[in-house]
């Protein structure tokens, strides 16, 4: 139901500072069959990398149910 701990000092969190961006200005990237180009528009694709770690595994607990 819930996990709890030492999140400020044994979990870390990321994410990329560079993020690829692919600007696609006609054709249908998602197979919808809808063309951008017919209809003026301009799609932005764009992926972002998060990455987190337990650095102390034994700082966190889980909380279940006593099934």
């Not at 006609?26 to 919808?32: A, E, F, H, L, S």
Request: aromatic fraction near 12%.
């Amino acid at each position: 139901m819930a996990i709890i701990g030492d999140f400020a000092n044994a979990f870390k969190w990321g994410f990329a500072k560079q993020l690829p961006l692919e600007v696609i200005e006609y054709g249908d990237p998602d197979n919808t069959g809808r063309d951008l180009k017919g209809h003026n528009e301009v799609y932005l694709r764009t992926e972002a990398y998060l990455g987190h770690a337990i650095l102390v595994p034994a700082a966190f607990a889980a909380v279940v149910t006593g099934e």
